[in-house]
């Protein structure tokens, strides 16, 4: 089974984007929902073993998977 590692960076990046919506415009339930779906989709994505979508802007070897207007960049490795 596929499994997600989250890289401190986009850990970080999700943070800010939730820190933004609870503390700045003052969401805090919408933040709370919002990383509650946007960790059920990739995790859902990775237990399904479906490949995210190819962007033409994207660094080679990068796909995405978009839930609303989020998307979220994945890498896949071989475990070895």
Excluded: C, S
Excluded at 22 to 39: C, F, V
Excluded at 42 to 59: F, H, W
């Amino acid at each position: 089974m596929a499994e997600v590692v989250w890289t401190p960076v986009a850990e970080a990046d999700l943070d800010d984007i939730l820190y933004y919506i609870a503390m700045e415009d003052g969401r805090r339930p919408t933040a709370e929902r919002i990383y509650l779906e946007i960790k059920n989709v990739v995790d859902r994505q990775a237990q399904e073993q479906r490949l995210g979508r190819r962007y033409p802007q994207a660094p080679a070897g990068w796909l995405y998977v978009q839930h609303k207007r989020w998307l979220v960049g994945q890498r896949h490795f071989e475990r070895g």
